[in-house]
């Protein structure tokens, strides 16, 4: 049976964390353009795993997921007075290249795309 408040409450916990990483000032939360790639709920709601990424790599994101885990304890009570959550859940972060693997694949469809574009060109002349 899917658990739809589960999915809801994944997205706005994944919102909020997004909206908190602006907000905190710990210079490693500052050092690349991190993100919140996604949230995964556990179906009773007690446990969120969230992962992160950045722009600059899989080291950078291992740097703000440790800022992350001293700020645990005043994450999850930001996420129980913005959600409005008698419990919230607990927070494991996790680091992921993710953003650092798409931005490589978007590269090389790139190249592929202009090497086409170049092959077309010689043959028309």
């Known amino acids: 049976m899917p658990n739809y408040r589960a999915d809801r409450m994944s997205e706005d916990i994944q919102r909020e964390i997004a909206a908190l990483l602006r ?11 991190l993100s919140v790639v996604r949230c995964e709920m556990a179906h009773d709601l007690s446990y969120c795993k969230v992962y992160i990424s950045s722009m600059k ?16 304890g005043f994450l999850r009570h930001e996420l129980g007075v913005r959600l409005k959550l008698r419990y919230a859940p607990v927070l494991a972060f996790e680091a992921t ?3 650092e693997y798409s931005a490589n694949i978007s ?5 592929i795309d202009l090497g086409e574009e170049q092959t077309n060109e010689n043959n028309h002349d």
């Open 23 to 33: 907000e905190m000032k710990d210079p490693r939360l500052h050092d690349g353009i």
């Open 57 to 72: 790599g899989l080291d950078t994101a291992k740097s703000a997921v440790k800022a992350l885990k001293n700020a645990q």
């Open 97 to 99: 290249d993710s953003i």
């Open 107 to 111: 590269r090389i469809l790139h190249e």
